[in-house]
């Protein structure tokens, strides 16, 4: 006899389940700095920085915040995870401190698209301590940024 319908879907579907998601956003970014990915889902990522010895800002071991805010925006585009998405704004808490040793897990998850807008929702964690929450506002654009012709409109003159 052969094969029930049950058996068939049940050898194709993990195949599309396990399917990842490549990564098409900042792949050049030092991860020592940024965190590392862990998974990465189309809107939603999970991002953790391991902090370390070169982000201590003072001699009680705090990581200063610029190092977290990174991680954090990281994560906000990885979630994007479109080539040409850039950070317009954020609004975001530090909530608790971060020490040097401590591993912070960002969640960002995608929770609206208008057109080249997105806005994310980014928090960190070190264990069950929620350490950080923000608001990423970022823009896809056509072309790389730094190869926009930002003054096309504007009168070149005196």
């Given at each position: 006899?052969?094969?029930?319908?049950?058996?068939?879907?049940?050898?194709?579907?993990?195949?599309?389940?396990?399917?990842?998601?490549?990564?098409n956003t900042h792949?050049?970014?030092?991860?020592?700095?940024?965190?590392?990915?862990?998974?990465?889902?189309?809107?939603?990522?999970?991002?953790?920085?391991?902090?370390?010895?070169?982000?201590?800002?003072?001699?009680?071991?705090?990581?200063?915040?610029?190092?977290?805010?990174?991680?954090?925006?990281?994560?906000?585009?990885?979630?994007?995870?479109?080539?040409?998405?850039?950070?317009?704004?954020?609004?975001?808490?530090?909530?608790?401190?971060?020490?040097?040793?401590?591993?912070?897990?960002?969640?960002?998850?995608?929770?609206?698209?208008?057109?080249?807008?997105?806005?994310?929702?980014?928090?960190?964690?070190?264990h069950e301590i929620?350490?950080?929450?923000?608001?990423?506002?970022?823009?896809?654009?056509?072309?790389?940024?730094?190869?926009?012709?930002?003054?096309?409109?504007?009168?070149?003159?005196?």
């Amino acid at each position: 006899m052969g094969k029930s319908k049950p058996d068939e879907l049940e050898e194709v579907l993990p195949i599309a389940v396990n399917q990842q998601v490549m990564l098409n956003t900042h792949e050049k970014i030092n991860t020592v700095y940024s965190g590392d990915i862990e998974k990465l889902e189309k809107g939603f990522s999970r991002v953790v920085l391991e902090t370390t010895e070169a982000m201590r800002a003072d001699e009680v071991g705090l990581v200063h915040g610029g190092f977290i805010f990174s991680s954090a925006d990281y994560a906000a585009m990885v979630a994007v995870n479109e080539p040409n998405v850039v950070l317009a704004s954020c609004n975001c808490l530090f909530l608790a401190p971060v020490r040097v040793g401590d591993f912070v897990t960002f969640e960002a998850t995608e929770h609206q698209k208008e057109g080249r807008k997105r806005n994310v929702t980014v928090r960190g964690y070190v264990h069950e301590i929620k350490v950080f929450e923000g608001e990423f506002k970022t823009v896809v654009t056509e072309r790389h940024v730094l190869r926009l012709d930002l003054m096309k409109n504007v009168e070149r003159g005196a």
